[in-house]
């Protein structure tokens, strides 16, 4: 949505700034309704198979939250890798032992 200034003529700097603020507005009612924050650390549980015929092993990594959207949240890991886990698979992983 394009804003226009008192003239009428369109004000790119007004439009940034208020879908900003809208940004920032839904990432706060996200961290809300979820009980995350961005900076987050979190340490999450995955499986992990050396070999095809090994038992898999757990390990514990820890996980750093960047942003939260609709249906899923954005972390990275130790080493840069990013994944997105959904909201329901995240919580599995958190309770995980």
Same mark, same amino acid.
């Given at each position: 949505?394009?804003?226009?200034?008192?003239?009428?003529?369109?004000?790119?700097?007004?439009?940034?700034?208020?879908?900003?603020?809208?940004?920032? $507005? /839904?990432?706060?009612?996200? $961290?809300?309704? @979820?009980?995350?924050?961005?900076?987050?650390? +979190?340490? +999450?549980? $995955?499986?992990? /198979?050396? $070999?095809? @015929?090994?038992?898999?092993?757990?390990?514990?990594?820890?996980?750093?939250? +960047?942003?939260?959207?609709?249906?899923?949240?954005?972390?990275?890991?130790? /080493?840069? +890798?990013?994944?997105c886990p959904n909201y329901?698979?995240?919580?599995?992983?958190?309770?995980?032992?």
């Amino acid at each position: 949505m394009t804003y226009k200034n008192y003239e009428g003529y369109p004000d790119p700097t007004a439009s940034k700034a208020v879908n900003g603020v809208r940004k920032e $507005e /839904r990432q706060q009612m996200l $961290e809300k309704q @979820h009980g995350l924050k961005r900076g987050q650390k +979190i340490v +999450i549980t $995955e499986m992990s /198979r050396d $070999e095809m @015929h090994k038992a898999a092993k757990k390990k514990k990594k820890t996980y750093t939250v +960047i942003e939260l959207y609709t249906h899923c949240v954005l972390l990275k890991g130790p /080493r840069g +890798i990013g994944i997105c886990p959904n909201y329901a698979q995240l919580r599995e992983m958190m309770q995980a032992e």
